[in-house]
């Protein structure tokens, strides 16, 4: 069963975006939350961080909500919290690259350290009732920090293990290590969800066709840049050539064999505006919201420098009002 995961793209794929986008583009079967970020020596976690992530009654999709943290007391206040609130699993983040994380010992800062790792599991695992999953890079500076945490994170009561094959000093470019993705999945001897650059079908296809045992695929950008990619993947492409038919993934009540038309676009883009009005107080913060989604959506990202610019100055609903068509204009042309 091929299991397709929305990835956690902080600052992007929000509670509403995910709600909004799971109505309009079906196919996933997760979505991991971008990380609620945890202060070491926390009390509480403030409830408005937990309604950031649908309960399972709430969602069509699964949502699992991210934690960043680098201490095992803050760790568990936080999960026993989610607990509480009724989620059923709680994923930490040892991939975030951004330097201020990394400073504090947290995201992928935390790679080098596989003993402080597996104290903060030892401390934290016997004492959470629900579920504790992992997302990790291959290390900070070196693939050798995964290499060496996987043979003993093995012996671990975790509930899954996702990897992004690249260092956190890569940030998010450069070339993703499938030589050293293939070494992890051999040293940790149990399932691995692969993430990273998954584009198109096809980026798919030659991935399944390399790491066939890999049942799990997590995808961050390429559902942004193309909504209709997990249904591609599921329905419009079949692998009988490496043993994967269409009907094994999520349900598609109906299949998509068209590209993306403008009024996909619009309709989506209507639709998140509508939800989103309620939860900025400045009209400024709602446009700012929408330009860095649309920076990562329907393939805008490649968009001419002159649309980029206008797009980033525009400061009004009614002058997005204009604007929008221009989108569409844009989108129909490709
Ligand atoms: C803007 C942005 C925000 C991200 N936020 C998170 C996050 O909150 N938690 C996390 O584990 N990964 C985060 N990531 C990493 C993605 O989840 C994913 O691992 C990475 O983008 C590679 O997958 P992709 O090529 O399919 O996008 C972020 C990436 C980007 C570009």
Same mark, same amino acid.
């Given at each position: 069963m091929i299991k397709l995961i929305m990835a956690p793209l902080e600052g992007v794929t929000d509670k509403t975006f995910r709600s909004c986008y799971y109505d309009h583009f079906p196919g996933l079967n997760a979505a991991l939350t971008p990380f609620l970020p945890i202060p070491d020596g926390v009390k509480r976690v403030p409830l408005r961080n937990l309604k950031q992530v649908a309960l399972p009654s709430e969602s069509p999709v699964h949502e699992i909500p991210q934690l960043l943290v680098s201490e095992p007391s803050a760790f568990l206040i936080a999960g026993r919290a989610l607990e509480r609130a009724g989620y059923r699993e709680v994923n930490w983040n040892l991939g975030c690259p951004s330097r201020g994380v990394i400073r504090k010992g947290k995201g992928s800062g935390l790679m080098p350290h596989t003993d402080h790792i597996l104290e903060i599991l030892d401390a934290v695992l016997p004492e959470l009732n629900i579920n504790l999953s992992m997302k990790i890079r291959l290390g900070l500076e070196s693939r050798d920090e995964c290499f060496r945490l996987l043979p003993r994170l093995r012996?671990? @009561?975790?509930s899954g293990l996702t990897l992004h094959p690249r260092l956190g000093t890569q940030m998010y470019s450069g070339s993703v290590d499938l030589d050293g993705f293939e070494k992890a999945l051999e040293l940790y001897g149990k399932p691995i969800c692969y993430n990273g650059d998954i584009r198109s079908p096809g980026d798919f296809r030659s991935l399944k066709a390399r790491f @066939?045992?890999?049942e799990e695929w997590m995808i961050g950008r390429g559902l942004l840049a193309d909504p209709f990619l997990a249904q591609k993947i599921l329905s419009e492409v079949s692998f009988p050539d490496i043993g994967v038919n269409a009907d094994e993934g999520a349900d598609i009540a109906e299949p998509v064999i068209h590209p993306l038309t403008h009024r996909e676009v619009r309709d989506f883009i209507d639709d998140l505006l509508k939800r989103m009005k309620g939860q900025f107080q400045r009209e400024i913060a709602l446009i700012n919201y929408l330009k860095g989604i649309l920076l990562f959506t329907f393939e805008l990202e490649s968009m001419p420098s002159e649309f980029r610019k206008e797009l980033l100055s525009l400061k009004t609903l009614k002058e997005w009002e204009k604007f929008r068509y221009k989108i569409y204009e844009y989108f129909d042309s490709q």
């Open positions: 012996e671990y @009561p975790i @066939p045992q890999v």
